[in-house]
């Protein structure tokens, strides 16, 4: 795993992600790396839930873990375009990703007490738009699946 997250590289003014902005101490500051052995095609995060953040009493809110998909989809979609023209993260121009689409499916309860695990590749890398395939699992049990669409951030949001 690589020391630094991608959302940890992200620029001071676009870290304010309730999902994953490190300059946002409400938020879940989720943190997103390549997947050991897997620089440039797979990626991991952890996160733990709160006790509040539940459903059902003993799970997890859905729309949390959609939360925590959509914020690994983009920061693996700044990563790979990078990784794929030799840039770093950070680097001027900056180039960040917004979710265009987001698909969940919800394929069993996700426990709320154990820690998840987010893995994502790739289904398609474009310079101006990606496709993340995500799963979400704890103790290897996959829970959640989402498909994360990835634009390009256009001028406009700045
Ligand atoms: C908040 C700042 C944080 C900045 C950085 C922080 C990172 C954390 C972000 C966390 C995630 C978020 O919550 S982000 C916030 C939630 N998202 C938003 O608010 C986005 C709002 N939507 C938009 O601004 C716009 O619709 C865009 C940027 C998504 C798309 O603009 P556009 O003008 O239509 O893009 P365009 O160049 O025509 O299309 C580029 C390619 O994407 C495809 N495409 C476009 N829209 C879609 C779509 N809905 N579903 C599928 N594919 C699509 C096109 O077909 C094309 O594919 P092809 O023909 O090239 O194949």
Not at 8 to 19: A, F, P, T, V
Request: glycine letters at 8%.
């Amino acid at each position: 795993m690589s020391k630094i997250a991608f959302q940890d590289c992200y620029i001071q003014s676009l870290s304010h992600c309730y999902g994953c902005g490190k300059n946002n101490p409400e938020g879940h500051q989720l943190k997103s790396y390549w997947l050991d052995n897997y620089e440039g095609s797979k990626t991991i995060a952890h996160f733990t839930p709160k006790p509040y953040h539940t459903a059902i009493p003993g799970f997890v809110y859905g729309g949390l873990l959609a939360s925590l998909i959509d914020c690994h989809g983009t920061g693996s979609a700044a990563a790979v375009v990078h990784y794929k023209n030799n840039l770093t993260i950070g680097s001027d121009p900056t180039i960040r990703f917004v979710t265009a689409a987001l698909n969940i499916n919800y394929l069993a309860p996700t426990p709320i007490d154990k820690q998840l695990e987010l893995v994502g590749e790739f289904s398609q890398v474009k310079d101006n738009k990606v496709i993340v395939d995500i799963t979400l699992s704890t103790n290897n049990v996959i829970c959640v699946k989402g498909e994360v669409v990835a634009v390009k951030m256009p001028a406009t949001f700045k």
